[in-house]
């Protein structure tokens, strides 16, 4: 895990998200309605919930729309279903691919995602085919303009707050944690008055992949047409960035 940084990719992709921000909101709806539609409607008793709607938040998703999707899926009256969903395959280069979606219509959807692959540069895999390259993870982002605290410092406060992994460059602190230790380094660290610019349940890969800048540039594509589907909610590539 050291020495791997997402902070880069999260950066270089904030502005085509911005472009894309109805349909963002779209897709964070759906997962807080999935949240809610499974666990209840109240934050504070639904982990799940809290991290869908933190999500949002961090997204800067108004809060008629966090409050819309809960009424949704706690209405005796709902009756939508979606399943949740996951391809892999490979795109240019043999960077692996992860895809999570979530769908009330699979075939539409396996459909969508194997077009993306295939007129992109891609290969859509079997099950079991990357996943294993791919570890689940929680990822706190600290920006480190105006913070007075120093490395080694930053370091013991993670450690002790339940975290497994510091890795520091001179513009931000980026923290690993076990998936079921997520919620709880979070809050600590939020309770002794850290700022956290990211903070989200991610799947980190085990090993990176050096490309072109022609076959980066090839990815790029293939990835922004998957994350242009209403469906996919979450793309993980194992590009070295």
Do not use: C
Request: no cysteine; glycine share 8%; net charge negative.
């Amino acid at each position: 895990m050291s020495g791997h940084s997402k902070w880069n990719n999260i950066q270089g992709r904030k502005n085509a998200q911005d472009a894309k921000r109805g349909k963002i909101f779209q897709k964070l709806s759906r997962e807080i309605y999935m949240a809610a539609k499974s666990g209840g409607g109240d934050v504070a008793l639904n982990p799940a919930l809290r991290l869908a709607v933190d999500k949002a938040k961090a997204a800067n998703m108004p809060n008629d729309n966090v409050d819309r999707a809960i009424k949704k899926a706690t209405s005796s009256a709902d009756e939508a279903n979606y399943d949740e969903v996951t391809y892999e395959g490979y795109g240019p280069g043999g960077v692996a691919i992860l895809v999570h979606a979530l769908t009330d219509n699979r075939n539409r959807t396996a459909t969508n995602v194997r077009v993306a692959f295939t007129r992109n540069g891609g290969n859509l895999g079997e099950t079991g085919s990357v996943n294993y390259l791919f570890e689940r993870k929680g990822y706190i982002a600290i920006e480190r303009e105006g913070l007075n605290v120093s490395e080694e410092t930053m370091f013991d406060d993670v450690l002790e707050a339940g975290a497994e992994d510091l890795i520091s460059s001179p513009e931000v602190f980026e923290i690993y944690t076990a998936p079921e230790d997520f919620t709880t380094v979070r809050d600590q660290l939020e309770k002794d008055g850290f700022t956290l610019a990211q903070a989200e349940l991610t799947m980190l890969p085990q090993t990176t992949i050096v490309l072109t800048e022609d076959q980066k540039a090839k990815l790029e594509q293939l990835v922004d047409k998957l994350e242009d589907d209403d469906d996919v909610a979450e793309v993980f590539t194992s590009l070295e960035n």
